[in-house]
Every structure is written in C-alpha cells, then in structure tokens.
C-alpha cells in the first residue's frame, strides 16, 4: 500500500505535465452512493484502487490531476497554490479510499475537496495576515492577476493572443464576485459538470446553483457582453436555469 507521502511524491507535479489527484473525504463522502452511474475509465480505475489495488492510483491521478489543477487555478489565481492543493487532495482521497462507492462520480468530489481546502487555506492566510497587523485586506488573495492556466501563445498567433486576453478578463471578472456564484458557474460551464454534481460539490440545492450561476452568466454579461458567448461557453442552458 502507498504511503501518505508515496502520494504526494510518486507523481509529477500537476502542473509540470503531471496530472492531479482526485480528492479527499471529509463532508464531501455521504452523496458519493447517490452519484452512482455507468463507471468512466476514471470510477473503474477508482474502484480498483479503493479495493486496494495500488497500481491503480498512477491511472486515477494521471485522469484526474488535469481536471482538478485546472479548476483549483481558476479558484485561486496562484499556480504554485494550486499545486499546493492539488496534492494535499490526492493525500486525503488516499486516505479515505475506503470510503469511495464504486461506480461514484469522482471530479465532483475531487472538486469539492479541492474547494474545501481552498477556502480554508483563505481563511488561514486572513488570519495569519490580521495577527501580523499588515493591512492586506484578507491577505492579498484579491490582488493576484487572473491565471486561467492557460499556456502562453506563440508569438505572433493573435487569434491566441486575443483569446488569452479574454480568458483572463473573465478570469478577473469571476474573482469580483462572491465565490459561490462564481464557483457554480465555473463547474457548470468551464468544469462541464451537471447542475446535481454542482450542488454537491458546493453542499447544497440544485435550485441554489441554478441561482448562483446565472447571477454569475448575468455579471458576465453586462461587464463583458459579447465576450462572454466565445469565451465563456456561453448563456446558461435551459435545464442550468430553469
């Protein structure tokens, strides 16, 4: 069996081409019998490991790595961070393999547990920087350049070039606005999840994240306009809103 920190070390850094783990327990493990369906390459590789399989692992965070480091950088605008987080979510996925029902969605509890540790890490820097009586105004987290994870273009690509500049003003326009609303919208249009995955990664109701994410499409939209279609994935569907 690997150890704690055979996780952590055994795979290459997320965002050095590696992948990023999938997540912890914690309150995120009651719903995971709920969210039974047709297994993914991702839940077969999952239910091999939480059956003790520990060749497995290799297959769950080369899957689920990408997905998870790239959500986590969007949530937090901080690369180095998001590596950060991203491990310490594999570490707790490890940990509370036993727990995994086979056939359960994993990125939405990956998600959730990223989540999780993000907002704790806030509330830890928040403290740290009232204790030093530094004046950063929760500490400094809102003053970090939007960094969607998106690789630089070639020079001279301008059709890149634009749509750099575009993803980082949505990026920038999303980090304005309270976290669950841009949260919800980010697993719905950028994470692809379903508005029932949604809900359980932020703990709560269906309607609630339909709500949250077309606040969100809506302070999109009036900031960005037509930017938001290209960029964005466009206006909530039907089934995201109603």
Not at 42 to 53: F, T, V
Not at 158 to 173: K, Q, S
Not at 199 to 209: F, K
Request: with cysteine; aromatic share 6%; hydrophobic share 40%.
């Amino acid at each position: 069996m690997p150890t704690a920190e055979g996780v952590s070390s055994g795979r290459p850094a997320p965002g050095a081409g590696g992948g990023a783990p999938p997540c912890d327990a914690g309150a995120a493990v009651p719903w995971l019998a709920t969210m039974a369906n047709a297994p993914g390459a991702l839940e077969e590789a999952m239910g091999h490991y939480a059956a003790g399989d520990d060749a497995a692992f290799g297959r769950v965070y080369d899957l689920a790595s990408g997905p998870l480091f790239a959500f986590l950088v969007r949530l937090c605008r901080d690369r180095a961070l998001a590596e950060d987080l991203t491990h310490e979510a594999f570490l707790r996925i490890h940990r509370a393999r036993g727990l995994y029902r086979p056939g359960a969605a994993v990125l939405p509890w990956a998600y959730a547990i990223g989540r999780r540790l993000f907002l704790d890490s806030v509330r830890s820097r928040r403290r740290e920087a009232h204790s030093l009586d530094e004046g950063w105004q929760g500490g400094g987290e809102r003053e970090r350049p939007s960094d969607p994870g998106v690789p630089a273009p070639d020079a001279g690509a301008d059709e890149e070039v634009e749509a750099r500049r575009l993803a980082e003003r949505i990026e920038r326009a999303l980090g304005e606005m309270p976290e669950t609303q841009a949260t919800a919208f980010r697993l719905l249009k950028q994470q692809g999840l379903s508005v029932s995955e949604a809900a359980a990664v932020l703990g709560t109701t269906e309607m609630t994240v339909k709500l949250r994410a077309h606040r969100a499409y809506e302070s999109l939209r009036k900031r960005l306009g037509d930017v938001l279609g290209r960029e964005a994935g466009g206006a909530p569907t039907k089934s995201e809103t109603s």
